[in-house]
Structures are given as structure tokens and as C-alpha cells.
């Protein structure tokens, strides 16, 4: 099946500071999602980007599908930012998560 | 409108028992998904319905698991003589439909049911 790779596994940032969350896919795919998970475990949907480029506030994401892999940029991080950051896609029938990047912003 | 809910949020049981994890997904969507995460890992897919019918049941760790969708609407998810390995949190997510096998639409997941069992 297809494979999926989040970078890096583990981020801490200062309160302010701005970061780049990689995904690396290993086949085309027909959608792609990132996902916020919180601390309570509630995933929030970030971003449905399959291509392109999206922004939404401090956040923007940008899919590059012919080299298969996604971005996410976070900007002036806050503290609320914690938590694991998931990347998934789907080819057919069935979306495949990556293992996450877990950010911990410290005040 | 309302999003994505499941019950129960939370479920103890015995080893040996079985249980039933319900979710209502959005209203209007047509495809249903069901995923489980253990504890500090990420999801693992485990099946999905368009409609009431599930394409692809591969995901489906052992043939204690079982699921099903009744009038493109809630869905059950049975796991039969718990082990402890069926500890985690299961979720459900639903969408507004697919074309064919693809899923082209984006996936709203609801609060989870933390399942342990002891």
C-alpha cells in the first residue's frame, strides 16, 4: 500500500517562531488532508489540499503532486499550536496516515 | 449542523466480552469511515462504506471485527471477544461521498470512543 513519511517526528519551537511540517507520499494520490490533533485526541481538519497551494490565517499548505509531497507552514507559533500534526492521503478507497510530527510550542 | 458524533465516549470492558461502537456521521454525507489509533500512535484504517455497502474490508485486523451501515446512515462497529490488544481509540469519519473506489472528498472525524479492556 501506499506509504507515507512526516518530517521531523519532533519539534519544539519558542513561542513566535515559524516552521515547515513535511509529508512525503509514495504513489500518486487523489486526496490529501492535514489534520490537527490536540491534546484531548479531537483531530481538526487543517487543510484538504490534493494540489496546490492554501492559506488560513497563520496556516498555509502547499501539495506538490508530481514529487509527491505536501508542506505545511505554521507562522508566529502559539502556544495552542501543541499537538501532533498528521498528514494522510488516499488513492482508492482508503486514506493512509502518516506517524506525525508531535510540535510543542513553549510559551 | 451537527458533526460527527460517536458513543460511547468512553468503554470498559472485560477480556472475552464484546462490544458495539456507534457512529452517527454528518447528515448527508455518504461515506462513512472507521479508523483506530493505540496510544501515541497514528490511525490505522480500518474500513469504509459508500452508501451501505463496504468495498473493502481488508483493513479489518481479525474476524473478531465486523461493521456495519444501515439507511447510509449510523454505523456499528463490533469487535467480538475483546483482547487487550483491542485497546485504543476508535474513530469514525465521514464525508460527502465517493466516485467509484476513490475517496475524493474531505473527511470530517468525530470525538473517538476510548476503548479499554482489561
Known amino acids: 500500500g501506499i506509504q507515507v513519511e512526516q518530517s521531523p517526528p519532533d519539534l519544539i519551537l519558542q513561542e513566535g517562531a515559524n516552521s515547515t511540517l513535511r509529508c512525503n507520499f509514495s504513489d500518486s494520490v487523489n486526496n490529501l488532508q492535514w489534520f490537527h490533533q490536540n491534546p484531548w485526541g479531537q483531530l481538526i481538519n487543517l487543510f484538504y489540499?490534493?494540489?496546490g497551494t492554501k492559506q488560513n490565517g497563520r496556516l498555509s499548505a502547499t501539495t506538490v503532486a508530481t514529487e509527491r509531497y505536501s508542506l505545511l507552514y505554521i507562522s508566529s507559533s502559539q502556544t495552542t499550536d501543541s499537538g501532533v500534526y498528521f498528514c494522510?492521503?488516499?488513492?482508492?478507497?482508503?486514506?493512509?496516515f502518516g506517524a506525525g510530527t508531535r510540535l510543542t510550542v513553549k510559551p | 449542523g451537527a458533526g460527527v458524533s460517536q458513543s460511547p465516549s468512553n468503554k470498559v470492558t472485560e477480556k472475552g466480552k464484546d462490544v458495539e461502537l456507534r457512529c452517527d456521521p454528518i447528515s448527508g454525507h455518504t461515506a462513512l469511515y472507521w479508523y483506530r489509533q493505540r496510544l501515541g500512535q497514528g490511525l490505522e484504517f480500518l474500513i469504509y462504506f459508500q452508501g451501505n455497502s463496504a468495498p473493502d474490508k481488508s483493513g479489518l485486523p481479525s474476524d473478531r471485527f465486523s461493521a456495519e451501515r444501515t439507511g447510509e446512515s449510523v454505523s456499528t462497529l463490533t469487535i467480538q471477544r475483546t483482547q487487550q490488544e483491542d485497546s485504543a481509540v476508535y474513530l469514525c469519519?465521514?464525508?460527502?461521498?465517493?466516485?467509484?473506489?476513490?475517496?475524493?472528498?474531505?473527511?470530517?472525524f468525530g470525538p473517538g470512543t476510548r476503548l479499554t479492556v482489561t
Open positions: 469519519a465521514s464525508s460527502l461521498g465517493t466516485s467509484g473506489r476513490t475517496i475524493s472528498y474531505e473527511q470530517y
Open positions: 489540499i490534493p494540489s
Open positions: 494522510a492521503v488516499a488513492k482508492e478507497g482508503d486514506m493512509r
